[in-house]
């Protein structure tokens, strides 16, 4: 039961990190696009690095259900 619980959790995760992956992605080229006002681009900016953060934790959540489903 509680192989499959982490399972779900890893694929979870991964799910979420890939979300934030992509939005962090878009947020990127708002920022880059000159002809965006300026507060949007450092909105989009700010915006990317929180993603960045989010992906990053949710694939590090991911990788420890994924190590708890194999025990």
Excluded at 7 to 26: D, H, L
Excluded at 38 to 52: E, F, H, N, Q, Y
């Amino acid at each position: 039961m509680e192989t499959a619980k982490q399972a779900f959790n890893y694929v979870a995760e991964s799910i979420q990190g890939a979300t934030s992956g992509a939005s962090k992605e878009t947020n990127k080229e708002i920022a880059k696009n000159d002809e965006v006002p300026v507060s949007t681009r450092l909105s989009a900016t700010k915006d990317a690095l929180g993603d960045k953060i989010d992906e990053t934790a949710h694939n590090n959540k991911a990788e420890a259900h994924k190590e708890l489903a194999k025990n």
